[in-house]
C-alpha cells in the first residue's frame, strides 16, 4: 500500500521529503497582550520559525472550582485565578489581528483547543 504522507498546513506541506516545519509555541505567554503577541510573533520569524501557536480554552471550563476564587499575584496585582486565566484569552476581535499580522508578516499562525466551546471559537 502507498499512502499519501503528506499534510497540508496553509502554504506549506509537512511529510515525507519536506523540509521541516517548525513551530513556534506562544500559547498563553502573551498575557492577553496584542504588543506582546506580535513580538512573539517576530521573535518566531527571527528565528526561523515556519508558524506560531497559541492556545485557546474557556476559563469556566478549564479552571477547577476549588481554584476560581483562589488569590493569586498576576503582572496586574492581586486576583482570582479565575480572573486571571480570563484575562489571557484572546477574543474574536484579538484574533483577527492576530491573523492580518500573520499574513502580512506570511507566517502561519493556529491555536490548539483546549475545551469543545474552544473548538467551535476557532472553527
Given at each position: 500500500?502507498?499512502?499519501?504522507?503528506?499534510?497540508?498546513i496553509g502554504s506549506r506541506f509537512i511529510g515525507d521529503d519536506e523540509p521541516v516545519f517548525i513551530i513556534g509555541e506562544i500559547?498563553?505567554?502573551h498575557n492577553g497582550s496584542l504588543e506582546i503577541a506580535k513580538k512573539m510573533i517576530e521573535g518566531a520569524l527571527y528565528a526561523g520559525c515556519d508558524a506560531?501557536?497559541?492556545?485557546k480554552r474557556t476559563p469556566e471550563l478549564c479552571v477547577p472550582e476549588n481554584k476560581k476564587n483562589e488569590p493569586k499575584d498576576t503582572p496586574?496585582?492581586?486576583?482570582?485565578?479565575?480572573?486571571?486565566?480570563?484575562?489571557l484569552e484572546f477574543g474574536k476581535e484579538q484574533y483577527k489581528i492576530i491573523d492580518k499580522y500573520c499574513q502580512e508578516k506570511n507566517i502561519i499562525w493556529f491555536?490548539?483547543?483546549?475545551?469543545?466551546?474552544s473548538l467551535a471559537f476557532l472553527e
Amino acid at each position: 500500500m502507498n499512502y499519501d504522507r503528506k499534510i497540508n498546513i496553509g502554504s506549506r506541506f509537512i511529510g515525507d521529503d519536506e523540509p521541516v516545519f517548525i513551530i513556534g509555541e506562544i500559547g498563553i505567554n502573551h498575557n492577553g497582550s496584542l504588543e506582546i503577541a506580535k513580538k512573539m510573533i517576530e521573535g518566531a520569524l527571527y528565528a526561523g520559525c515556519d508558524a506560531v501557536k497559541f492556545q485557546k480554552r474557556t476559563p469556566e471550563l478549564c479552571v477547577p472550582e476549588n481554584k476560581k476564587n483562589e488569590p493569586k499575584d498576576t503582572p496586574w496585582g492581586k486576583m482570582t485565578y479565575f480572573e486571571y486565566k480570563k484575562r489571557l484569552e484572546f477574543g474574536k476581535e484579538q484574533y483577527k489581528i492576530i491573523d492580518k499580522y500573520c499574513q502580512e508578516k506570511n507566517i502561519i499562525w493556529f491555536a490548539s483547543p483546549w475545551d469543545l466551546p474552544s473548538l467551535a471559537f476557532l472553527e
